[in-house]
């Protein structure tokens, strides 16, 4: 899960946006598909980042655009978040692809475009703690 731990001098502010048809679990990694949040994490990347869900939402019954869901969007928030191999001192400063909607892959770096999380502490084996990369460019 990714959980929010504190904000680098700003205030925190979550937005409202549409969810897809899908079932969201708050401290899931949320990317944009067609104007929607889902957590379908393998499709997330840099440009089409949204955040992390603030609350559980269940659209899965539903059509795309029936449920919102609060996620937090700054790219100054920081995060704990477990890793889904063995997270040591030298990933510091990696950019991570997540490995599901709750976890990163921290012992190999993502590309520009998949390394949608820096990791900017190692808190143990399992955990490290880091924030969101966002991309104003589209993937190509």
């Known amino acids: ?9 700003v205030q925190d502010v979550e937005f409202e946006q549409l969810v897809d048809v899908d079932s969201i679990t708050k401290g899931d990694i949320l990317y944009f598909a067609s104007g929607y949040v889902n957590n379908a994490y393998a499709s997330a990347t840099t440009a089409l ?22 996620v937090q969007m700054s790219p100054l928030a920081i995060y704990n978040v ?3 191999d ?8 990696y950019n991570c692809a997540p490995a599901s909607a709750t976890t990163l892959t921290s ?11 820096k990791i900017m502490k190692m808190i143990s084996a399992s955990k490290c703690q880091g924030r ?3 991309a104003g460019i589209a993937d190509t």
């Open 107 to 117: 012992a190999s770096q993502g590309t520009d475009i998949t390394g949608v999380f």
């Open 1 to 9: 899960m990714f959980d929010l731990k504190f904000f680098l001098g």
């Open 86 to 93: 063995t997270m040591t001192q030298a990933y510091v400063g």
């Open 49 to 70: 980042l949204a955040g992390v869900a603030q609350q559980t939402v269940d659209n899965s019954g539903g059509s795309a655009g029936d449920l919102t869901c609060l």
């Open 82 to 84: 477990d890793t889904a």
């Open 132 to 134: 969101l990369n966002f």
